[in-house]
């Protein structure tokens, strides 16, 4: 563990904070892609089938536990929820995320760094979160015009993998040039996917305006 790290959690974590916190308090999921919703949900459960049978300690347990239920939490709002579901925008979250499952899958498939069950549904985690957000990404565009939770939510999820990559490096060079190639690539793909959003996120701060993205 080092601050990096730490930071990109709590930065993760707070993006889940303010999801939930739009969702819960205006009763509406307006400007939310379930589909990228589904896809974390689908990251997490395949990431973390080590929670019961790999103990490394109590905070790593309960990150993965928090990750899971909160995802979880948010898809069955969004399906389940009598208000929320009403303000879902079916029509304009139309990305195919079918398709990025299975692209994930057959890279997991093809580039892994052991062919078993559990490192498979690992590089199958890492390939489909670099482009979970796609989904989301494409609704804001259509949409155009970005309520301030969303936007925020959006900015700190991108900022949690930014800081990730400051882990990285840092770990490379204060242990031994520790490195694992398929989450550095996939990181840097996650990453760039959200440039355009940061910088029209940074212009509508700058300017104290709202946010809006071209179409």
């Known amino acids: 563990m080092n601050a990096f790290r730490f930071l990109g959690d709590m930065t993760h974590l707070f993006s889940v904070l303010v999801l939930l916190l739009k969702i819960y308090a205006t009763k509406s999921c307006s400007g939310v892609s379930r589909k990228t919703q589904e896809l974390y949900m689908l990251v997490f459960v395949a990431r973390y089938l080590d929670l019961f049978t790999d103990y490394i300690s109590l905070y790593n347990s309960v990150m993965k536990v928090v990750f899971i239920t909160s995802s979880a939490a948010i898809v069955w709002c969004m399906r389940r929820h009598p208000q929320v579901r009403r303000t879902y925008d079916k029509e304009q979250d139309t990305f195919r ?8 899958f057959l890279l997991a498939l093809v580039f892994n760094e052991r062919f078993t069950f559990r490192e498979i549904c690992w590089a199958f985690s890492i ?24 936007g925020q939510y959006v900015f700190f999820l991108g900022a949690y993998r930014a800081l990730y990559i400051l882990n990285w490096i840092y770990r490379y060079f204060t242990e031994g040039h ?16 959200y440039a355009d959003f940061f910088y029209y996120y940074f212009l509508s701060w700058k300017n104290n305006v709202k946010l809006e993205l071209p179409a």
């Open 97 to 104: 995320h079918v398709v990025l499952v299975a692209a994930a």
């Open 127 to 150: 390939y489909l979160e670099a482009v979970a957000i796609l989904p989301q990404l494409v609704l804001l565009q259509r949409s155009r015009n970005v309520d301030n939770l969303t």
């Open 178 to 193: 520790h490195s694992r190639w398929i989450p550095w690539l996939a990181g840097l793909v996650q990453t760039a996917l």
